[in-house]
């Protein structure tokens, strides 16, 4: 009988094939294929618009590193790299905190707050209103209150100058807040989609045994919700690292290009202008092993099992001592 | 007796304040989202045309609104003559072939990981999880060189085609799919003759619904206002993207443009995930 459904099952997997044929085809041909193409780049010589001939660096006498070297002595490209991390931590820690705060408190059973749908539609909608001008119009928002506050202190003195508030008139400080308000609906939903999936009996046990909202969440509801956890976390990473619209949009106003971010420096080098192909894949290959970087360190977070490690090893042992002994 | 009353006053007072502060914050977060409507509405300035105005959007639609209406319609009709129409021509074709396209193939890959034994399953599984992380912009240098080896710039298709298969939504529908599906569902199902492809378009995908929904969203607004990829690929006049004509014109008419992503949410909203336990990581 088990046999017999083997071998039905066996006849149904080249389904599985068909089904994944689109996927992989296009994911090799249009993502895969180009992106080892631009590994092979930053190791040419590419320039000027227009060409297609890109030349091996060796080939014609110069260090293989070449296009490294000129990416890591570039100070854009250091003020990018900073600019980068600065603005996607900044962003990333006050937008989690207000987003799974605000999740657990829409999600919180003993609250009953109403108008869930509404939350959610007027969180996604900066997301949605995403063009330059409804950003700008955010934009003046936040700074006509900030100039608010500002003109209150300085009318009232309160032994404030305006050399304390320089920060919040920097473009860095501005990309971070829209930054934060534009992700902020993408974290709330995924965390209230990660809460409600997790059995209401769960958190009812949590409450006859007298643990308060706070250690309710930090020892249920974030280990109940590791996988959306997982995949918030790699879209916050994949977003930061790539971030590239919302530091553009201040453009205008950021004429010593204080915001550069890494995307807009490698968008710069390749298109906008300087066409210098070699070194914008220079720094889309920095920019790939730094992804790799935090890629490990969320499969450390996230996928490593502790035990099935821990089995594995035992199971290594033991079979090595099954070969001692035979 | 007395003081368990006192406790649960107290609990009950600390939940009312906990009530009123999320109430607050989102209220404050609501207000800031719709102020630039508030602000259009509301202030004194320039016009889209560039003009100074005394007085403001809603006080002049009040004072005569036939007039006002008359004149948005002069400036619908000034939108249909200028070359902005045919960009958003071609925004629709592109933003509708890439959510179609990215939704239809993205459910058809976490079906076939999730329903079938097959060989390679877990390596294409693991592949998925590694490249997810990749953001797609970075291959754009390659791209844009296969591009134009090929001789292929100033073609819509491709725009599409490199964000037609998208790794983070695979694993998105995957993870969904594995919380939900039965595989007696589909056995049964193939006892009563369906075919797999059959299956999948009546079976699979309303049950996959609410995560195409959560996908689309973003998948749409994401395409629509994109101007990375459309800006290097496609250079003629013709062929330009709303996002990226909307930098170059005059007339702006702010309510097309957002238009089409709130439409979108309004028609997903209903079905975004929720209550359902997402399967785990792995495989």
Not at chain 1, 97 to 113: G, H, N, P, Q
Not at chain 1, 188 to 207: D, L, N, Q
């Amino acid at each position: 009988m088990k046999d017999n459904r083997n071998h039905i099952a066996r006849h149904y997997t080249k389904w599985a094939y068909i089904f994944i044929i689109p996927f992989v085809v296009a994911f090799l041909l249009f993502n895969f294929y180009p992106l080892v193409s631009t590994f092979y780049y930053a190791f040419c010589d590419l320039k000027h618009a227009g060409n297609t001939d890109p030349k091996f660096l060796p080939s014609i006498g110069l260090p293989l590193f070449k296009n490294f070297a000129e990416v890591f002595n570039s100070t854009s490209f250091k003020d990018a790299l900073r600019n980068t991390f600065v603005f996607w931590i900044g962003a990333t820690i006050p937008e989690w905190i207000l987003a799974f705060w605000l999740a657990a408190m829409v999600t919180d059973r003993r609250l009953k707050i109403k108008g869930r749908w509404l939350f959610k539609t007027s969180f996604i909608l900066p997301q949605l209103i995403a063009s330059s001008t409804a950003a700008g119009t955010i934009l003046a928002t936040i700074s006509s209150v900030i100039g608010f506050i500002y003109v209150a202190a300085m009318i009232d003195g309160f032994g404030y100058t305006d050399k304390d508030f320089e920060f919040f008139f920097s473009v860095k400080f501005l990309v971070i807040v829209v930054y934060m308000f534009m992700h902020f609906g993408i974290t709330f939903i995924y965390a209230v989609a990660g809460i409600t999936g997790i059995p209401v009996e769960v958190f009812e046990a949590a409450e006859m045994d007298g643990a308060d909202r706070w250690k309710t969440f930090f020892h249920i509801t974030v280990p109940c919700m590791k996988p959306i956890m997982f995949f918030i976390t790699v879209i916050s990473v994949i977003d930061g690292l790539a971030m590239v619209e919302v530091p553009s949009w201040f453009g205008l106003f950021d004429t010593s290009r204080k915001a550069l971010t890494l995307m807009q420096y490698l968008q710069n080098q390749a298109f906008m202008g300087s066409y210098i192909y070699d070194r914008a894949s220079a720094a889309s290959v920095v920019l790939l092993g730094l992804t790799a970087v935090f890629a490990g360190i969320l499969y450390f977070i996230f996928l490593w099992d502790k035990d099935e490690a821990k089995a594995r090893k035992l199971r290594k042992k033991e079979l090595k001592a099954l070969k001692k002994a035979a | 007796m007395s003081e368990i009353r006192h406790e649960r006053t107290i609990l009950q007072q600390r939940d009312l304040k906990l009530r009123i502060a999320t109430y607050i914050v989102t209220i404050l977060i609501t207000i800031l989202v719709l102020s630039p409507f508030i602000i259009w509405l509301t202030t004194v300035g320039y016009t889209a045309t560039g003009e100074m105005t005394e007085r403001s959007e809603l006080q002049k639609f009040i004072a005569n609104p036939l007039k006002r209406i008359l004149r948005y319609w002069n400036q619908v009709v000034a939108f249909c003559e200028s070359p902005l129409l045919i960009s958003l021509r071609n925004s629709v074709i592109v933003t509708g072939s890439t959510c179609i396209g990215c939704m239809y193939i993205s459910a058809l890959t976490a079906y076939g990981l999730t329903a079938y034994e097959w060989k390679f399953r877990k390596a294409l599984s693991t592949f998925i999880v590694v490249v997810m992380m990749i953001p797609t912009t970075m291959s754009y240098i390659g791209y844009y060189k296969m591009v134009q080896d090929l001789g292929l710039i100033n073609n819509l298709a491709m725009v599409i085609f490199p964000t037609v298969a998208s790794p983070i939504t695979v694993f998105f529908m995957k993870m969904y799919l594995q919380a939900t599906f039965s595989r007696e569902l589909v056995e049964s199902a193939r006892i009563d003759g369906a075919g797999e492809f059959r299956i999948f378009n009546k079976l699979i995908l309303p049950m996959l619904k609410p995560a195409i929904a959560t996908q689309l969203i973003f998948c749409f607004s994401q395409s629509w206002y994109d101007t990375y990829l459309p800006a290097i690929l496609l250079i003629k006049d013709e062929f330009r993207t709303y996002g990226v004509a909307y930098s170059i014109y005059v007339i702006k008419p702010m309510i097309i443009t957002v238009a089409p992503p709130i439409i979108a949410y309004l028609f997903c909203a209903k079905h975004i995930v929720e209550g359902v336990a997402l399967g785990s990581v792995k495989q």
